[in-house]
């Protein structure tokens, strides 16, 4: 196995700062990851030497920095086993990503038909949707989420009607850790003729995201959430969808000819990709997702499932401490409450132990609403984790717990 | 006591405290000891947003005086609004709106309780000024 | 003066850089300008000691990254002296924030009604009022150019009807160098209640861009043409007019609380920002505006005005040369045709001899179209360039006329 | 001459340059003596897209061959499409899709001949090899 922790922390300049004079232990990756030497260092190095605007420049610089970027859409097109490189759309991250598919999509929505999305969906993957139903007198409807984390796959079929236009679901819940089965959901919403976009914010980093082998017709992620910049994202979609669906934003690399009466488009990936692209942010992903792979995505999987038993089974020995999300199939992520606690105080006092986590409703607030809480205290993993933080991050929550009891 | 002196009180309170835990200890036990509110006012009216935790303020006019109560579901935020209320229920609210909030600074938790925190510290001074500009609205309007 | 060229020069690592075995002169900065260290490694120290997902975290990271983003949007608030800093939206870039606007206006344009643009508009600020007056029925108005690459002001009054709803405008011309005077426009236009979009993507590293002086309803620019990163740019926007109009995309951050039943929306400036925000990138913005500040806008301005004028005068000097783009307030842009030869073929052979310019329409089709040329060749200037980057564009053309003559 | 010949001979003749002067000095005496495209296919429908300089291109078929015509505004594009030309022009639509045309990468100027380049050769080879497809097809309908 290929996967060295210690070269891993080292890869990481952040991981040697002190907070509030203690050694950070980050614990917040769902929200956003830490960021190695290679990652840093390619985009200096863009700025440094190559930098330039793409495509129409006569000039070597242009080429060189064309060339870059369009072997970085090749790269990750390969990352995920896209068929072709034009199914990569450059986005600022899933965010913009979804938004993208739900504004370019509604030509395809009429009055009464439905979306269906999940009930542990970000807020990113819902409201989305929501507001376009709303706009076309469309109908959100909802797969629920069972005790453990699950979303409901027997009633799955059910929801499924004649009138669904959209299935959109993430590929891992940022709240409860849960990996969907997509494999499963795409082929059951297929099978009913419904596109399935997936949310893979909280998958890209941690597990195999294939969209052949997925067979979804849509998936979106952010750069920043799997060891790249922010700013940049990624929209991929089957080439047949991509090329019947319209074109979003207007204007420069966009348009192949303009007159003041018509305008024709480009043709894909470039009718997704109006003004200046952000060739730093799609050299930043590519150089991210190298090293992952340079770690090997199913060594970090493993790794980080150990990771995440270790600390399930810490933390379940403070009294009173409940988690939040048990599905069988589960990453990266832990949520937990401890009984009569607000999860906010215990946030607040693991910071001053230099613990990094997340508290609240982590932008899923229908799914914590559905489950009776005011928020969760919530770990997330990466790859750069070790045992070490996860016992400053238990004892610093028995700590809190008997400081707030 | 006027505005400035309560704020005295409390950064000096807070000043016999050196390391944060017993700074924080204090906050808890303050925010256990906030007087409640009157369970009528814990409604979405009176929930402040911006916050991690949920905080319920009402205020309501006295002899001249604002009258604060609060309430939150999270121990510290009770805490810190407890601070926020011993420094400003009981005051006008002219002296509210020109008064100058320097303890949070000065208690060695400004760190926690900068504004862009999320603790809601302040969209909860904001929420009492606009009710003190509200209540001078009304008073004029008479 | 505290204008230091030689200091200027050191502080831009790609300036080292050789092309076809010639040092670099780089004359492409409408393009995409050159990034300084100040700007490198503001990036660079963010990702190293302070990256963390901004606004919702407990913990003291993310307390940082807040306040250093939350600081960005003031500084450049000040910078383009808005009256707060809700009134600095952080987009992708130029195009993002004109896309902004044309989507999220759409609500205020009814059939018949006009959008008036200039003739010398960008794709990017031209198609996206295109497409809105195609969906809307309403028709695109335009205000013509000059021979000399000056709007047709005394025009201008009689083309502002009642069906008037928006007035969008470049500040500076990136084919023709041309400075609009957008004062006297916006009262022309305020004086019939018409809001005015100023696209300053030219503007903003060259001269000064303050919003209450021009009075304009919405500015928008990109950072990367200002010494800024790519993929990160600004909408300024009056607050009564972004609090009038609907949020743009949903999820995240724009978002003060979600059910499935309804949304609401938080307040400005994050009613426009959903999503992770590009913290990078705004820090990147700020680091560049503070490189400009440090050099004072108006020592850049005279610097470079001198510097046009010797480029012209020496351009003026080869046979058969024409310059495109003649207005008494121009800047930093300088566009000419050799009659008899395809600017492209000058470009390709400038390109051979280390010179980088571009050559084409510009993303400015309609403009090129209607001074009937098949495109310019444009050498555009940044702080950065000296009278030897002029000297060489100038003989390296010299030489390629001779050969394609 | 087959395909790789025609290309062979061309690499040979830009191997005797040894700076790129000579070599767009070349280029540029071809591009000047590109055998004139009839006028009436110099419109729109014959244009390819994605080049800085217009390309018109026009192809048709004479005794099982494609014969190749085109013009450019620019000399040094009209170079290029005149190379191209001299290749492919009179050959089979068959012999035109199954080539690897190495040359442009042979000649020394793959720099400026790649395919991110503005200069459009990328389209015009996919003209050319949509023109020969469509030939095909024709041929097997009948
Ligand atoms: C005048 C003008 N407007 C808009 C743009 C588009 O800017 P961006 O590509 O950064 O979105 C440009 C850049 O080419 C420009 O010159
Ligand atoms: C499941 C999921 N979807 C979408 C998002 C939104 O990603 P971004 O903020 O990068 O656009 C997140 C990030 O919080 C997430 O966890």
Redesign the pocket.
Same mark, same amino acid.
């Given at each position: 196995m290929n996967f060295n922790i210690e070269i891993i922390r080292n890869d990481f300049p952040i991981l040697n700062q002190k907070v509030n004079g203690k050694p950070l232990v980050y614990l917040d990756n =769902? =929200?956003?990851t830490q960021k190695p030497v290679q990652v840093i260092n390619r985009i200096k190095q863009y700025y440094e030497i190559e930098n330039s605007n793409v495509h129409r420049g006569v000039h070597k610089l242009s080429q060189i920095a064309t060339e870059k970027y369009e072997q970085a859409r090749k790269y990750i097109s390969g990352f995920i086993n896209a068929k072709s490189e034009n199914e990569i759309i450059f986005t600022?991250?899933?965010? #913009? +990503?979804?938004n993208i598919l739900a504004s370019t999509f509604a030509d395809f929505v009429n009055e009464r038909d439905e979306i269906l999305v999940s009930e542990m969906? %970000?807020? &990113?993957?819902l409201v989305p949707w929501q507001q376009l139903c709303k706009k076309k007198n469309a109908n959100l409807k909802v797969i629920p989420v069972l005790e453990n984390g699950e979303i409901d796959l027997v009633g799955l079929p059910s929801l499924i009607t004649p009138k669904t236009k959209l299935l959109a679901i993430? %590929?891992? +819940?940022?709240?409860l850790g849960t990996i969907n089965p997509i494999k499963e959901i795409v082929k059951l919403a297929h099978n009913k003729n419904v596109p399935v976009l997936v #949310?893979? =914010?909280?998958?890209i980093a941690h597990l195999p995201a294939d969209v052949q082998v997925l067979d979804c017709d849509f998936y979106?992620? &952010?750069?920043?959430?799997a060891y790249g910049p922010?700013g940049a994202?990624v929209l991929y979609g089957k080439e047949e969808w991509l090329n019947k669906l319209p074109p979003y934003q207007f204007g420069g690399e966009m348009v192949d000819s303009v007159s003041f009466e018509e305008t024709i488009f480009n043709v894909l990936p470039y009718k997704y990709e109006a003004g200046t692209p952000n060739v730093a942010g799609a050299l930043g992903i590519e150089a991210a997702l190298k090293y992952i792979e340079s770690n090997t995505i199913d060594a970090i999987q493993a790794y980080e499932d150990d990771l995440l038993e270790y600390a399930t089974s810490e933390l379940k020995k403070i009294n009173g401490i409940r988690i939040v999300g048990e599905a069988k199939n589960k990453t990266a992520v832990l949520s937990c409450i401890v009984e009569g606690i607000h999860p906010y105080d215990i946030g607040t006092l693991l910071d001053q132990m230099g613990v990094a986590v997340r508290t609240g409703h %982590?932008?899923?607030q229908p799914l914590i609403d559905s489950f009776g809480l005011p928020g969760t205290l919530r770990a997330s993993l990466a790859m750069y984790n070790n045992k070490e933080d996860i016992n400053a991050f238990v004892s610093a929550t028995q700590k809190a717990v008997n400081m707030l009891k | 006591m006027t505005i400035k002196e309560k704020q005295e009180t409390i950064i000096d309170e807070f000043s016999m405290f050196d390391d944060w835990m017993d700074k924080y200890a204090y906050l808890i036990e303050l925010g256990k000891d906030l007087p409640l509110i009157n369970e009528q006012y814990k409604t979405k009216r009176y929930l402040i947003s911006g916050c991690q935790s949920r905080v319920w303020l009402h205020a309501q006019m006295q002899d001249g005086k604002m009258i604060l109560t609060a309430d939150s579901d999270a121990v510290i935020t009770k805490g810190i609004v407890s601070l926020l209320i011993r420094v400003l229920s009981g005051q006008t609210p002219y002296d509210i709106l020109k008064t100058d909030l320097v303890f949070p600074k000065k208690i060695g938790l400004s760190d926690h309780l900068s504004p862009t925190r999320a603790n809601g510290l302040q969209s909860m001074i904001k929420q009492i000024q606009l009710y003190a500009q509200a209540f001078i609205l009304k008073s004029l309007k008479k």
């Amino acid at each position: 196995m290929n996967f060295n922790i210690e070269i891993i922390r080292n890869d990481f300049p952040i991981l040697n700062q002190k907070v509030n004079g203690k050694p950070l232990v980050y614990l917040d990756n =769902a =929200a956003t990851t830490q960021k190695p030497v290679q990652v840093i260092n390619r985009i200096k190095q863009y700025y440094e030497i190559e930098n330039s605007n793409v495509h129409r420049g006569v000039h070597k610089l242009s080429q060189i920095a064309t060339e870059k970027y369009e072997q970085a859409r090749k790269y990750i097109s390969g990352f995920i086993n896209a068929k072709s490189e034009n199914e990569i759309i450059f986005t600022k991250g899933t965010t #913009d +990503s979804i938004n993208i598919l739900a504004s370019t999509f509604a030509d395809f929505v009429n009055e009464r038909d439905e979306i269906l999305v999940s009930e542990m969906e %970000h807020h &990113s993957n819902l409201v989305p949707w929501q507001q376009l139903c709303k706009k076309k007198n469309a109908n959100l409807k909802v797969i629920p989420v069972l005790e453990n984390g699950e979303i409901d796959l027997v009633g799955l079929p059910s929801l499924i009607t004649p009138k669904t236009k959209l299935l959109a679901i993430a %590929h891992v +819940s940022n709240v409860l850790g849960t990996i969907n089965p997509i494999k499963e959901i795409v082929k059951l919403a297929h099978n009913k003729n419904v596109p399935v976009l997936v #949310d893979g =914010a909280q998958a890209i980093a941690h597990l195999p995201a294939d969209v052949q082998v997925l067979d979804c017709d849509f998936y979106a992620f &952010s750069g920043h959430k799997a060891y790249g910049p922010m700013g940049a994202g990624v929209l991929y979609g089957k080439e047949e969808w991509l090329n019947k669906l319209p074109p979003y934003q207007f204007g420069g690399e966009m348009v192949d000819s303009v007159s003041f009466e018509e305008t024709i488009f480009n043709v894909l990936p470039y009718k997704y990709e109006a003004g200046t692209p952000n060739v730093a942010g799609a050299l930043g992903i590519e150089a991210a997702l190298k090293y992952i792979e340079s770690n090997t995505i199913d060594a970090i999987q493993a790794y980080e499932d150990d990771l995440l038993e270790y600390a399930t089974s810490e933390l379940k020995k403070i009294n009173g401490i409940r988690i939040v999300g048990e599905a069988k199939n589960k990453t990266a992520v832990l949520s937990c409450i401890v009984e009569g606690i607000h999860p906010y105080d215990i946030g607040t006092l693991l910071d001053q132990m230099g613990v990094a986590v997340r508290t609240g409703h %982590h932008c899923a607030q229908p799914l914590i609403d559905s489950f009776g809480l005011p928020g969760t205290l919530r770990a997330s993993l990466a790859m750069y984790n070790n045992k070490e933080d996860i016992n400053a991050f238990v004892s610093a929550t028995q700590k809190a717990v008997n400081m707030l009891k | 006591m006027t505005i400035k002196e309560k704020q005295e009180t409390i950064i000096d309170e807070f000043s016999m405290f050196d390391d944060w835990m017993d700074k924080y200890a204090y906050l808890i036990e303050l925010g256990k000891d906030l007087p409640l509110i009157n369970e009528q006012y814990k409604t979405k009216r009176y929930l402040i947003s911006g916050c991690q935790s949920r905080v319920w303020l009402h205020a309501q006019m006295q002899d001249g005086k604002m009258i604060l109560t609060a309430d939150s579901d999270a121990v510290i935020t009770k805490g810190i609004v407890s601070l926020l209320i011993r420094v400003l229920s009981g005051q006008t609210p002219y002296d509210i709106l020109k008064t100058d909030l320097v303890f949070p600074k000065k208690i060695g938790l400004s760190d926690h309780l900068s504004p862009t925190r999320a603790n809601g510290l302040q969209s909860m001074i904001k929420q009492i000024q606009l009710y003190a500009q509200a209540f001078i609205l009304k008073s004029l309007k008479k």
